[in-house]
């Protein structure tokens, strides 16, 4: 992340990364985050007029990285008075870099959560450019942060009207959170950019399939899910749409399902139930560097979203770029968002909740075998030309500097 000198005639295009994701955190989003900063980096690194500054967190007692370039701020998240501190020392650092850097183009992007309040701040009162990359935030609030007292919610209001007013570029990764954000505010219609997540396309590549390190067999149809099991990722569909089929049909038929979460007891009863111990592969979670091997084993991926979801939040998991990447065929719920995998030929939808059309698509699949499913490259093509990492940084870095003057 080199800088011009000092007596430089371009001007330096710096941005100021913010997010609140831990290090060494497992969910989508945080593995999203790490990709995304490091092809940022990369996409700085040989160029003389541009920077990349990163404002992140650690836990407590963790010691803070070494980073020149990188802040990891201590941020407790048991308690409100750990995030108060948090955006205190935010708001000091942010103004000290600023002091460093003076005379430079600054870009703040932030990935917003509801207590980042510093950032906005700054923007406003410097009047830099702002551009956040947002969810349906009170409705997220509502189904997974119901710990948050009233007066929080309440809070959060204004300052994320604030972001919306003061922000230059809004990104969101479906076209679901697009309609809700225009809904609630007007204003934002023209802001909105949909950038939909994308994967390590270095790490998730097509490799050798190698069946002696999992319970299958080289002559297994197997089927893979990867990623939390969770009420709306829909496993239980997949699992009910098998038990239709019938032993006979499920011969060499194997379903591995790597990842935990609230619902995998009551997933696993229903694999009993169903007559499925068999079939039905639970891997438990994986270290992330171990998913690519186990998806190569695989010969078609699913992702089963329910309604209720796709209603929510539309569909843009990372997973589902992560399968594309390894050259994998997806079978998914129908949603607009996924539309490409069909036009590009690399993935089929079905009506998500819907046990029988979920059965109907297994069976046509089962019955074609792994040449039916074989992508030969044109899944990976997709991957690495629509929804790579490097992608997506040059996408955000063009969204950040070259929409209309940094001062507002």
């Known amino acids: 992340m080199r800088r011009a000198g000092k007596n430089r005639e371009i001007p330096v295009s710096t941005l100021f990364y913010v997010n609140q994701i831990y290090a060494d955190e497992l969910t989508g989003q945080a593995t999203f985050e790490r990709g995304l900063i490091q092809s940022l980096s990369r996409l700085v690194s040989d160029a003389h007029d541009k920077n990349l500054v990163v404002f992140t967190v650690r836990r407590p007692g963790q010691a803070p990285g070494n980073g020149s370039h990188t802040h990891e701020i201590l941020l407790n998240k048991k308690n409100y008075l750990g995030y108060l501190y948090h955006q205190a020392i935010l708001l000091v650092l942010m103004l000290r870099e600023i002091l460093r850097r003076k005379g430079d183009n600054i870009v703040i992007y932030v990935r917003y959560n509801p207590c980042m309040v510093s950032p906005v701040l700054i923007a406003s009162v410097f009047g830099y450019r702002l551009v956040f990359r947002t969810g349906p935030v009170f409705r997220s609030m509502r189904d997974f942060r119901q710990d948050l007292k009233q007066w929080v919610h309440r809070l959060v209001r204004p300052i994320f009207w604030a972001y919306c007013k003061k922000a230059s570029k809004i990104i969101v990764v479906t076209q679901t959170i697009k309609r809700w954000l225009v809904g609630r505010y007007p204003f934002t219609l023209n802001k909105i950019e949909v950038l939909p997540n994308a994967a390590d396309t270095d790490k998730f590549r097509p490799m050798s399939a190698n069946t002696t390190d999992y319970p299958i067999s080289p002559d297994d149809f197997v089927i893979g899910y990867a990623g939390s099991l969770v009420k709306e990722q829909g496993v239980d569909v997949v699992i009910r749409a098998l038990a239709k089929l019938g032993s006979e049909s499920l011969n060499n038929v194997k379903l591995l399902v790597i990842g935990d979460g609230p619902k995998k007891s009551e997933w696993e009863r229903l694999t009993e139930e169903s007559g499925l111990r068999n079939v039905v592969i639970w891997m438990g979670r994986k270290p992330h560097d171990e998913i690519p091997s186990i998806i190569s084993v695989c010969d078609l991926m699913v992702l089963p979203v329910t309604l209720a979801s796709i209603k929510a939040r539309g569909i843009s998991g990372t997973k589902l770029f992560e399968y594309i990447a390894c050259d994998k065929f997806v079978l998914s719920s129908r ?51 629509r929804f790579s990492y490097g992608m997506l940084a040059s996408k955000i870095w063009n969204l950040c500097f070259n929409e209309g003057e940094n001062r507002a």
Do not use: H, Q, Y
């Open 335 to 385: 949603c607009e968002d996924l539309i490409f995998l069909e036009e590009t030929g690399v993935g089929k939808l079905v009506d998500p909740d819907n046990v029988e059309k979920w059965a109907e698509a297994l069976r046509c699949f089962i019955s074609k075998g792994k040449s039916g499913v074989a992508m030969k490259g044109r899944a990976r093509k997709v991957s690495v030309e």
